[in-house]
């Protein structure tokens, strides 16, 4: 971006950066064999890396509500169950 000072405001490094961040986090997910742990914190890193991509704020708690929402239509059982990781979401 130094070299090219012209392109640096025309290009949505963030979104870019993001995107990027996502392909990441979902090809980890398919390596690690998808337990319960990974998919919780996929769809918490998904969420907010989908509103940055949208330019709205990644740490809200109405994001928290939609991670528990995503979390519980993944996997009802997985909220339903009595430990203190699932009630954090």
Do not use: H, Q
């Not at 991509?53 to 169950?81: E, Q, Y």
């Amino acid at each position: 971006m130094i070299l090219l000072p012209y392109l640096g405001p025309r290009i949505a490094a963030r979104k870019i950066a993001a995107g990027g961040a996502l392909f990441i986090a979902a090809a980890y997910l398919a390596l690690s064999g998808g337990n319960m742990a990974t998919e919780r914190a996929f769809i918490m890193v998904a969420v907010a890396l989908i509103a940055v991509m949208l330019n709205r704020r990644a740490i809200s708690l109405r994001a928290g509500g939609n991670r528990c929402d995503c979390r519980a239509g993944v996997a009802p059982s997985g909220v339903a169950r009595p430990w203190i990781s699932n009630v954090l979401c």
